[in-house]
């Protein structure tokens, strides 16, 4: 098992910026790659970034240019900074990992809101 905590949500105004962080714990041995979901409400929850064991990232679309997904040396703790935020990108925030073996993102945090104000 992978327990994930996340931390560093909060309320923010459109074009500030703001900084997550995902602490892993347990059997991180067992998985390749961690990522940041973001679900607002009535909409489908969305992977927002990724970075997998090598450290090759992955952005969504709409945050590329604006959020950078990276990594503390021992691969514990993973960081989403999030620059020139929008109101879009007010949603509950969870990080997750991905099992070397099954593939999917079987871990997950309890997340965290960040609200952006116009």
């Known amino acids: 098992q992978v327990q994930l905590v996340e931390s560093g949500g909060g309320m923010v105004q459109a074009g500030g910026s703001l900084r997550l962080s995902c602490a892993a714990s347990?059997?991180?041995?067992?998985?390749?790659?961690r990522g940041w979901y973001r679900q607002a409400p009535g909409k489908q929850r969305e992977l927002v970034a990724s970075i997998t064991s090598s450290g090759a990232t992955d952005y969504a679309d709409s945050v590329k240019g604006r959020f950078t997904i990276s990594r503390d040396n021992t691969e514990d703790t993973v960081y989403l900074q999030m620059n020139s935020l929008k109101p879009e990108d007010t949603a509950l925030y969870s990080c997750?990992?991905?099992?070397?073996?099954?593939?999917?993102?079987?871990?997950w945090g309890q997340g965290t809101q960040v609200t952006v104000s116009s």
């Open positions: 997750a990992a991905r099992g070397k073996l099954s593939g999917m993102w079987l871990y």
């Open positions: 347990g059997s991180t041995f067992s998985i390749n790659a």
